[in-house]
């Protein structure tokens, strides 16, 4: 069991959505934390998005990062000496 204190203004919103829509205060609070919640799951960070794929098609060359400059000039020079 969970208690949460609320303040006037949100209770007394809280109060008039219940009465109108005929339920209960609490079945509004699950169903918003409920939401929430979903949506909390959702967010995922770029790392969580991608880190299925990290590594999964690499060359195996982990200098890539530190030699591309020599490794794109190497392939310009290999197409103009054809």
Do not use: C, W
Not at 9 to 21: C, M, S
Not at 52 to 59: A, L, N, T
Request: aromatic share 8%; glycine share 6%; no cysteine.
């Amino acid at each position: 069991m969970t208690s949460i204190r609320l303040s006037k203004e949100l209770e007394e919103k809280l109060d008039t959505i219940a009465e109108r829509e005929n339920i209960t205060k609490s079945e509004i609070i699950k169903e918003a934390l409920e939401q929430y919640l979903v949506d909390y799951e959702r967010k995922a960070n770029p790392y969580d998005l991608g880190k299925e794929f990290f590594g999964k098609y690499g060359s195996g060359k982990g200098d890539l990062s530190v030699s591309y400059k020599q490794k794109v000039r190497q392939k310009i020079d290999e197409k103009m000496s054809h």
